[in-house]
């Protein structure tokens, strides 16, 4: 049984961060739709684009938060994870959000089989589910006692992965 916390309930609590570990190479249905429309048609980004989140991860990284995530992926790149990371991660890094990539290119994927999950001040855990088109489903609040693996996840992700920077300066658009 999930908690009675809900993941929005979490974002407005947590005091020290929030990790979020992304599995899947297509999220196109579950927001900037428009955006990614754009992004297809070549067009320019759009007026406000990720505004809000910006300002939500600026309000938090300036009381002293961390926001970051690990996205796993592998190359050649999606053209939803071109967009993702070309539009979504430069521009979410304005606020202070950090990114990391776990490129499975090469290497095995540790994490096989673990689902999206955002994890907030090494206790609380929401796992995101999706469909098989990236349409986002739910988000289960884990009770507390379940944070253990979740932390181990995050580490392990991180102990194989590499600043999205470092990474895009050497794969971006490749």
Known sequence: MGSSKSLSD???SFEREAFRLETLDDYSKSGSVEAYEAFLAGEG???GYNADWVSEVSGHVSEGKRIYRVHILSRPLTPYLRFELSWGYRTNMLGGEEFFILDTTEQPNPLEGVED?????DTAVGVLRYDNAGTF???EVLPDAQAAEFIAHRD???????PFTEWW??????
């Open 156 to 162: 392990t992700a991180l102990d194989h992965a590499q």
């Open 137 to 139: 489903l739910e988000a």
């Open 169 to 174: 300066d050497k794969y971006g658009g490749k």
């Open 10 to 12: 979490l974002f407005d």
């Open 117 to 121: 999950f955002w994890l907030f001040d």
């Open 45 to 47: 980004k759009p007026e």
